[in-house]
């Protein structure tokens, strides 16, 4: 079975300040992986993906993920964070191996950036 | 239309009753998959559909949950006798193969 873990329900953050949201996973196989954000009373929105190659992928809006496989962790990153970046995020994953193309979702991480 | 639309964006139907969901996919994406959002969870697998076909059924919670694609495009989510624990946001995602998932804004149900 695969699986999430988002520790943190809430990350605060001041404006202008790096920002990490951490996620770490299980799964069979080589991992895929992916971060989504959430706004309010909206779908998710795709932000990265991890397949394979460089461990720190680029994304929308500036952030960026840093897959370490030994540390099973996939951890979002963004070096200046804005307002505009408050929202629920979530992290998902799923294997190269079986389970089709059926993502499993952590519970999400709250960022707040404030002034 | 760029997106995934579902609709309603919102459904209240008294404990019971049946419901439909309906989600139009982007034209062209092959796969087609249903997600429950509970409040404060994340989303959470229910179908997923390859063409007209369901590939993968494992995340229905039970009989009363069912889901169709009959022409490999629009997608119903068909629920019966609802309970009140049904009720969460139902997400609509679709894709082209290996491609990341493009969602909906949802159908918000609560069944009272």
Redesign the interface.
Known sequence: AQSVAQPEDQVNVAEGNPLTVKCTYSVSGNPYLFWYVQYPNRGLQFLLKYITGDNLVKGSYGFEAEFNKSQTSFHLKKPSALVSDSALYFCAVRGSTGGGNKLTFGTGTQLKVEL | GAG?SQTPSNKVTEKGKYVELRCDPISGHT?L?W?RQSL??????LI?F?GTGA??DS?LPNDRFFAVRPEGSVSTLKIQRTERGDSAVY?C?S?L??S???????TRLTVT
């Open positions: 995934v796969a998959y997600y404060g969870q994340g989303p959470e697998f997923y390859q590939a993968d995340g997400l995602a894709s193969q290996g990341p998932l493009h969602f909906g804004n949802g």
